[in-house]
Nanobody, 121 residues
Framework: VQLQASGGGLVQAGGSLRLSCAAS????????MGWFRQAPGKEREFVAG????????NYADSVKGRFTISRDNSKNTVSLQMNSLKPEDTAVYYC???????????????WGQGTQVTVSS
C-alpha cells in the first residue's frame, strides 16, 4: 500500500486545516488507518485512528474535540479535519495503515511521507 499525505501548511492559531491521505496499491478498506505527528526533537506520537469500516475512532487526549478523522473507502482516502489549531500542534503529520484500530505506532505497517503543519501564534 502506498500512502500520499497532503494538505499541510501554515495557519494562525485558532485556524483550521484539513489533511488528506490517498492510498493506492492495496486493499484500503481492509486496514485500520491512523494519523501520527512528529515535532522537532520529539517522538512520533499518535493523533487519531479509525477502524477499517469507519465506525470506530480514537483520539489522543491533546486533540480530542478539535480534530476529526474520517475515511471514504470508495475513494481510498482518509482525512483529518483539524480545528482550533494551537502552536503546539506544529509537526510533520503522517498517515499510516495497519491492523485493527490502534494507538500503537508499531501496529501500523505502511506509512506516508508526511506533510508539514505549522501553527503560528
Amino acid at each position: 500500500v502506498q500512502l500520499q499525505a497532503s494538505g499541510g501548511g501554515l495557519v494562525q492559531a485558532g485556524g483550521s486545516l484539513r489533511l488528506s491521505c490517498a492510498a493506492s496499491g492495496g486493499s484500503f478498506s481492509s486496514y485500520g488507518m491512523g494519523w501520527f505527528r512528529q515535532a522537532p526533537g520529539k517522538e512520533r506520537e499518535f493523533v487519531a485512528g479509525i477502524s477499517w469500516g469507519g465506525g470506530r475512532t480514537n483520539y489522543a487526549d491533546s486533540v480530542k474535540g478539535r480534530f476529526t478523522i474520517s475515511r471514504d473507502n470508495s475513494k481510498n482516502t482518509v482525512s483529518l479535519q483539524m480545528n482550533s489549531l494551537k502552536p503546539e500542534d506544529t509537526a510533520v503529520y503522517y498517515c499510516a495503515a495497519g491492523g485493527p484500530l490502534s494507538r500503537v505506532r508499531n501496529d501500523y505497517v505502511y506509512w506516508g511521507q508526511g506533510t508539514q503543519v505549522t501553527v503560528s501564534s
